[in-house]
């Protein structure tokens, strides 16, 4: 298994922040649900779904075992 590259390490850190700030913004909107409007409880779920979904992508990059293509190696 090759090294990672910094791009690679960088999209792992992403997408755990990722999964963080779903999370984050998942409770926020549990413990908010009652009092919020509905557009306010929309946006948050909109967020988390959106940083979940980023979260999954970055992980993808991030953790990929990509093939060395430099010419004459």
Known sequence: MKKKSILQKVSVFL???SFIGAFVSLIWLLLTKEGGSQ???A???ALSF???AG???FMTMGTAN???LTPGE
């Open 66 to 68: 990509l093939p060395n």
């Open 15 to 17: 997408g755990i922040t």
């Open 43 to 45: 946006s948050m779920a």
């Open 50 to 52: 959106v940083c979940f």
């Open 39 to 41: 557009e306010y409880v």
């Open 55 to 57: 979260g999954v992508v």
